[in-house]
């Protein structure tokens, strides 16, 4: 099935690529936990709230996904 994921809005979408970048840039052992990434999001002007909502999306639509309180962002194709 091609792009099988649930679609995202456009402050959904930036904030997905905010946290791409953040952890391209990081280093090998650096993990971003949901903390790490609201803080990150917060950083970017994005108000608290809407940043934890922003993650928690990003999660149950399948954009993000969480190891022992690591999150971790599934390629994309």
Known sequence: MENSRTPINSSEKA??????????AAEDD?????????????GQNVERADAQAH???LLLKGY?????????IPSRS
Request: aromatic share 6%; proline share 0%.
């Open 64 to 72: 993000l996904y969480e190891v022992e309180d690591e999150l971790r």
């Open 55 to 57: 993650v928690e999306q």
């Open 15 to 24: 904030a997905l690529d905010h946290l791409e970048q953040y952890l391209d």
């Open 30 to 42: 650096e993990s971003l936990t949901r903390e790490d990434a609201v803080a990150h999001l917060q």
